[in-house]
T-cell receptor, first 112, second 117 residues
Framework: DAGITQSPRHKVTETGTPVTLRCHQT?????MYWYRQDPGHGLRLIHY???????DKGEVSDGYSVSRSKTEDFLLTLESATSSQTSVYFC???????????FGSGTRLTVV | AQKVTQAQTEISVVEKEDVTLDCVYE???????LFWYKQPPSGELVFLIR??????QNEISGRYSWNFQKSTSSFNFTITASQVVDSAVYFC??????????????FGSGTQLTVLP
């Protein structure tokens, strides 16, 4: 009954290549978020969206861009992947009146 | 700016021991929510509890209990009679409400709990 799915679940890519991660929701929630998880840092916000075509930067946005052309999809793009972007990426959703997130299962990205 | 500190990086206990995970937060808002999430070895993030800043009552759910103290800006989590299945990374998180932001959660760095048989 997953209302939020991330794809791919795992990806290995080479330094300098572009990578796009997809987050898809079926809950019609307004807010969507991308976080990265790294040892010792917990989860850090990369970008978030508060509606279609409305996005903003989070704490660690350098090297990342996002797009949200439909309510259900939030794409995270690494224009030119670097080894420092090796991480686990989580997408999350929330909505008006909901204080808390539903998380996706995560995408493990390795940049070699 | 909001900040969450989990000073305990790793904790190891023997099964059936009680264990408390500490969480200290910083915020300038008077209205906020605090959360605990569990991340088992499988990697998913599991919601455990949400507490708003106006409710300082402690909460108990089975073997889990939470102690929220605004005076010390702490939201500690206790597991009673720990079990091996409690082994996981536990995250504390904060969401400011009155700041007008899109409900961003700020996470602590997490505490790795290992329960030994």
């Amino acid at each position: 009954d997953a209302g939020i799915t991330q794809s791919p679940r795992h990806k290995v890519t080479e330094t300098g290549t572009p990578v796009t991660l997809r987050c898809h929701q079926t809950e019609n929630h307004r807010y969507m978020y991308w976080y990265r998880q790294d040892p010792g840092h917990g989860l850090r916000l990369i970008h978030y969206s508060y509606g279609v075509k409305d996005t903003d930067k989070g704490e660690v946005s350098d090297g990342y861009s996002v797009s949200r052309s439909k309510t259900e999809d939030f794409l995270l793009t690494l224009e030119s992947a670097t080894s420092s972007q090796t991480s686990v990426y989580f997408c999350a959703i929330s909505d008006v009146g909901i204080y808390g997130y539903t998380f996706g299962s995560g995408t493990r990205l390795t940049v070699v | 700016a909001q900040k969450v500190t989990q000073a305990q990086t790793e904790i190891s206990v023997v099964e059936k021991e009680d264990v408390t995970l500490d969480c200290v937060y910083e915020t300038r808002d008077t209205t906020y929510y605090l959360f605990w999430y569990k991340q088992p070895p499988s990697g998913e993030l599991v919601f455990l509890i949400r507490r708003n800043s106006f409710d300082e009552q402690n909460e108990i759910s089975g073997r889990y209990s939470w102690n929220f103290q605004k005076s010390t800006s702490s939201f500690n989590f206790t597991i009673t009679a720990s079990q091996v299945v409690d082994s996981a990374v536990y995250f504390c998180a904060l969401s400011e409400i009155s700041s007008g932001s899109a409900r961003q959660l700020t996470f602590g760095s997490g505490t790795q709990l290992t329960v030994l048989p």
